[in-house]
């Protein structure tokens, strides 16, 4: 009998703790969410699992421990090397020829990225967070997850858990919430504006772009160069035509099993001692600040556009909301949004798209810039 004392007491359900509940039930939520609604689910599952897994008392399974878990984190967050990868990933997967078949959409994404520096700003200034967890926390308004999480990771690991939920929650929300800001800042007569066509891509534009952005955003913010490097480098293997293989492998089974790493050990960050703060809170109110900033950026400038350019060039100003880099979500939400409001008859897709990888970069830049200040 005193051994199976002994044992109960050395065992995690001797150990457990309330804060050690509430993180399983929100574990749950989020795997929940992935499931049952669709949100994310190639994140939200490893993400809402890992937490789970670093709320087992004496397991050893947090980011922070000597387990396998903190084996991952410290060799592949830490280091810079997973989040990376991600990104060459994505460049495979992207296709650049809307944005350079409308070289003006480029503004849409650089526009689309206010809510970053309105929410670090807040962050800073009136929630008194540190100029580098503010940053890490602003980030989340360029609503790219790997972004979010690379940044977090070298300005304020202590905060990389929420950030990370807030910026997969906040993607995974795109059609709840950008429809609303689009409506209230657009009127009919803007929904209804018909696109022209894109001027036609060469093969030697498509082979050109990911070189000379590469060089050419790596020699402005040297910090950028992990993120805009590997991306640009994953579209060179999409475009050059002669690299299948590497295409297949980056863009399929690689990206997803880095993605299976970044989920589960970004998940395993959440310790109740680390996520049940009121901290926490204001990470998420910030998301939500920032994520509906860079919307709004995104529409408000192509509205600015329109007053300048003639009548047969003016830009429909809802692909401006595609400007934050949730690819292509927010391309398709814009989309939708523009087809339902003018009954089928504008479907501006492609020319959302301009925007939508513009903020992919957009966004990269935006954690370079970060970075050189403040790293």
């Given at each position: 009998m ?48 890992g ?15 000597h ?45 689309a990225?206010?809510?970053?520096f ?12 540190t ?90 913010i ?22 299948e ?30 996520f ?57 939400v ?20 301009g ?21």
């Open positions: 005193d051994m199976l004392t002994q044992l109960l007491q050395q065992s995690g359900f001797a150990n457990l703790t309330l804060g050690n509940w509430v993180m399983f039930a929100i574990g749950a939520v989020l795997i929940y969410l992935a499931i049952a609604k669709k949100f994310e689910p190639l994140l939200l599952i490893p993400i809402g699992f937490a789970i897994l670093a709320n087992l008392p004496l397991a050893d399974m947090s980011s922070h421990g387990g396998i878990i903190a084996l991952i984190y410290n060799s592949g967050i830490k280091t810079e090397l997973l989040p990376p990868i991600i990104f060459m990933g994505v460049g495979v997967l992207t296709d650049f020829r809307p944005l350079l078949g409308r070289p003006l959409t480029f503004l849409l994404g650089a526009a990225q206010l809510g970053i309105a929410a670090a700003l807040g962050a800073a200034y009136v929630l008194g967070f100029p580098k967890e503010a940053a890490a926390i602003g980030i989340i308004g360029g609503a790219d997850g790997p972004t979010s999480i690379f940044l977090a990771s070298q300005l304020a690991p202590h905060l990389l858990g929420p950030i990370a939920v807030a910026a997969y929650s906040y993607m995974a929300l795109v059609p709840i919430i950008q429809p609303p800001i689009i409506r209230m800042l657009t009127s009919k007569k803007e929904r209804a504006i018909d696109m022209p066509q894109a001027k036609p891509v060469s093969k030697t534009a498509t082979i050109m772009f990911p070189i000379i952005t590469g060089i050419i955003a790596s020699l402005a040297p910090s950028s160069a992990p993120l805009i490097g590997m991306l640009m480098f994953g579209n060179l293997i999409r475009e050059s035509g002669v690299t293989r590497l295409r297949k492998t980056a863009g399929g089974s690689l990206i997803d099993i880095v993605t299976i790493f970044l989920g589960i050990t970004v998940g395993a960050t959440m310790s109740a001692a680390q049940l703060n009121v901290q926490t809170l204001y990470i998420l109110l910030l998301g939500a600040v920032a994520f509906s900033f860079s919307t709004t950026g995104g529409v408000v400038f192509a509205k600015f556009l329109n007053l300048f350019l003639p009548a047969k060039s003016k830009i429909n100003p809802c692909i401006g909301a595609a400007g934050v880099s949730a690819v292509p979500m927010a391309a398709r814009v989309q939708k949004f523009v087809s339902d409001e003018t009954n089928g008859a504008v479907n501006p897709l492609m020319p959302a798209m925007p939508n990888v513009a903020g992919v970069i957009g966004s990269a830049v935006a954690a370079g810039v970060f970075l050189t200040f403040l790293g």
